[in-house]
């Protein structure tokens, strides 16, 4: 594998549902990020770590709950969720100091929430 | 309010011409900028970006363009090809936080045969 992987790619959950994304870079970045992308709105950016460690969280409600476990692994675990997060959910990295500053994206996970 | 504006929402353009999308942006502490690419069921791929030390950066087919008075870049495309159909997002990071990007809201380019 190379790149960003995220699995699943699509995926159909009830609002009592619990699930979660995954995310693996195989680039030997030391951050990595959540981001939703909306119907005819741009990507936001959700959540940021740093070497393992979150810096940024950009008022995400708590049914959002982001977990690095090491620096390859990223995942979203997803509860209670409502219709208006269905969308689609990014996952980037990068390399954080040394002047590197650009994202990579994986292919997204779909998520429709019923 | 966005902060990264993509005023045309699409673009047509004739095989073998000049492509030219556009991103204003409004907030003076961004200093690095980026476009990427997106096809449809796949993530945004990156294509080139620019430090606010330059005005022109060129990779191939691909040239940005950054006036920082006017706080304005461009995508140049020459010459387009039916492959670079897709939609095209401009995104800036600010100087104290090179990780947080800010996207516009994306330019759907159709390249005809």
């Known amino acids: 594998e190379t790149g960003v992987t995220q699995t699943p790619r699509h995926l159909v959950m009830g609002m009592t549902n619990k699930k979660s994304l995954k995310c693996e870079q195989h680039l030997g970045h030391n951050a990595m990020y959540w981001y939703k992308q909306s119907a005819k709105k741009p990507l936001e950016l959700m959540f940021v770590y740093n070497f393992k460690e979150q810096t940024e969280n950009n008022s995400v409600p708590s049914r959002f709950s982001p977990e690095c476990p090491n620096s390859s692994h990223l995942f979203l675990h997803l509860h209670t969720l409502q219709p208006e997060d269905s969308a689609l959910y990014l996952c980037?990295?990068?390399?954080?100091?040394?002047?590197?500053?650009?994202?990579?994206f994986g292919p997204g996970t779909r998520l429709l929430v019923l | 309010d966005q902060q990264v504006k993509q005023n045309s929402p699409s673009l047509s353009v004739q095989e073998g011409r000049i492509s030219i999308l556009n991103c204003d942006y409004t907030n003076s502490m961004f200093d690095y900028f980026l476009w990427y690419k997106k096809y449809p069921a796949e993530g945004p791929t990156f294509l080139i970006s620019i430090s606010s030390i330059k005005d022109k950066n060129e990779d191939g087919r691909f040239t940005v363009f950054l006036n920082k008075s006017a706080k304005h870049l461009s995508l140049h495309i020459v010459p387009s090809q039916p492959g670079d159909s897709a939609v095209y997002f401009c995104a800036a990071s600010p100087v104290n936080a090179g990780n947080m990007l800010t996207f516009g809201g994306g330019t759907r380019l159709m390249v005809k045969p």
């Open positions: 980037a990295s990068s390399q954080e100091g040394g002047g590197g500053r650009t994202q990579y």
